[in-house]
Nanobody
Framework: VQLVESGGGLVQAGGSLRLSCAASGRTSSSYTMGWFRQAPGKEREFVAAIKWRDSFTYYADSVKGRFTISRDNAKNTVYLQMNSLKPEDTAVYYC??????WGPGLKYDYWGQGTQVTVSS
């Protein structure tokens, strides 16, 4: 499966952005999809995930209540709605996929190229 992110950009603190991740190849409904981010000089960190079968969602504590992950299986697309953005949310955001799996420490097999999100103070 190939993943292509879009929707990044520059936004002021308190603003919103919606990231999209378009999947091609096998139907995305059979994949657990995740969003990760990596800020300059920092390790990549988990942001959110949506389960392949029942669309159960899970979030990092740092974004809980501000970000929402969702999926449109008909469009093979996963979204990350980001509200109340903070300067510390600045990072390259990556979409990832793994086949029919769920659980802590999940290893994702497919990654997109990333999209830059910059939040100014």
């Amino acid at each position: 499966v190939q993943l292509v992110e879009s929707g990044g950009g520059l936004v002021q603190a308190g603003g919103s952005l919606r990231l999209s991740c378009a999947a091609s190849g096998r139907t995305s409904s059979s994949y657990t999809m995740g969003w990760f981010r990596q800020a300059p000089g920092k390790e990549r960190e988990f942001v959110a995930a949506i389960k392949w079968r029942d669309s159960f969602t899970y979030y990092a504590d740092s974004v809980k209540g501000r970000f929402t992950i969702s999926r449109d299986n008909a469009k093979n697309t996963v979204y990350l709605q980001m509200n109340s953005l903070k300067p510390e949310d600045t990072a390259v955001y990556y979409c990832a996929a793994v086949w029919k799996s769920w659980g802590p420490g999940l290893k994702y097999d497919y990654w997109g190229q990333g999209t830059q999100v910059t939040v100014s103070s």
